[in-house]
């Protein structure tokens, strides 16, 4: 019996001494990441994946998910590259990105990669209808596709549905990260899509401004829905990451 979907593991590609941790979002996997750090791997950088608790196995597991089930996952991940890398830069998307904040508010860090990433939640409006029978109903479909690559939809690795206990628990993880943010104070990259429709550009521009880092850099790109290290813009996307990461590495 396979525990894990095929494709969707986790990843360790060696480089040097500067290690990039990498996050995927709410149900998806590190198949996500992946491209990214393959990119980052290219550059010569260590590029670790990691799976989130409950993810990329089977979907019924995520209704006994905390979040701190999932920052467990990142935390060990942490240790992990620490013993093999000197400095540490984080990145996250969706999710992922509001775990890698937290991460960066708590454990000593270079820098730290935010993508699509949301401040607070606009829930879903089917949420309000689901929540009352969620003793009942577990689960509800995720809706139509939105990618500007098609290619992107075929070769994704991810669930099909919300889990609806779940999603609740990235709510709390939302609310302990805006709690953190001021303690956040490690250079930060903030990426966002400007026709992302899951999480809109807004949330990029509230952590900015609640952020406690004196340095701060922003990208909005086009031709991308929510994860944007899948589709079109996912070049420069990766091209944007490995920047910082080379910004950051020339001037420690």
Known sequence: MKAVLPGGEPFLFRGGRTGCLLIHGFTASPQEVR????????????ALGVRLFAHASDI???????????????????????????EIVVMGVSL?????????????????????????HSPDPRLKVVRPLSSILKFF?????????????????????????AVEETFKAMTAMRACLP??????????????????????????????????ETLLVENSNHVVTLDLARPL???????????LAAGR
């Open 35 to 46: 491209g990214l750090g393959e990119h980052l791997s290219s550059r010569g950088y260590t």
């Open 96 to 120: 992922g990105g509001v775990l890698s904040l937290l991460l960066a508010a708590s454990y000593p860090l270079t820098g730290v990669v935010a993508m699509s990433t949301p401040y607070a």
């Open 183 to 216: 303690r956040v104070t490690v250079p930060t990259l903030l990426i966002h899509s400007k026709e992302d429709d899951f999480v809109p550009p807004e949330n990029m521009a509230a952590i900015r401004e609640h952020l406690g880092s004196q340095v701060v």
């Open 237 to 247: 996307v990766f091209n944007a990451a490995s920047a910082f990461v080379a910004r």
């Open 60 to 86: 019924h597991h995520m209704l006994r998910a905390d979040w701190t089930d999932w920052y467990s996952s990142v935390e060990d991940g942490y240790h992990l590259l620490r013993g093999l890398c000197d």
């Open 141 to 165: 479909p995720k809706g139509p596709p939105d990618w500007r690559d098609p290619g992107a939809q075929a070769t994704r690795v991810a669930y099909a549905a919300y889990p609806i206990a």
